[in-house]
């Protein structure tokens, strides 16, 4: 399978910054999207930014601005930068990543998520 690994997460005061890494590991044969989501608590998980199988990006109305996503084809790494955080930022950004990988030589699809990182943005 396809494994995600995120890193970056923290504690930080508001207007601070953020910076969370994603790479993903395995058989890989192309990665057609990968981006960000986030979950606070009682709310339903949402997209915070990501790149399109096109190659384009669409972000969140909420972080427009303050968020840029950025990626290392060559390390099958995506970034999320996340300028001036406010308090409603808070909550456990989850990295997803869809495409195809080898499994014993047979091309197979891939829709994997990581474990999360927690982002917690004090006032």
């Known amino acids: 399978q396809v494994q995600l690994v995120e890193s970056g997460g923290g504690l930080v005061q508001a207007g601070g910054s953020l910076r969370l890494s994603c790479a993903a590991s395995?058989?890989?044969?192309?990665?057609?999207?990968m981006g960000w989501y986030r979950q606070a608590p009682g709310k339903q998980r949402e997209l915070v930014a990501g790149?399109?199988?096109?190659?384009?990006?669409n972000y969140a109305d909420s972080v427009k601005g303050r968020f840029t996503i950025s990626r290392d084809n060559a390390k099958n790494t995506v970034y999320l930068q996340m300028n001036s955080l406010k308090p409603e930022d808070t909550a456990v950004y989850y990295c997803n990543a869809e495409g195809r990988y080898y499994r014993a030589n047979i091309p197979l699809d891939f829709d994997s998520w990581g474990q999360g990182t927690q982002v917690t943005v004090s006032s």
């Open positions: 395995g058989t890989i044969s192309r990665i057609n999207a």
């Open positions: 790149f399109r199988s096109s190659g384009s990006t």
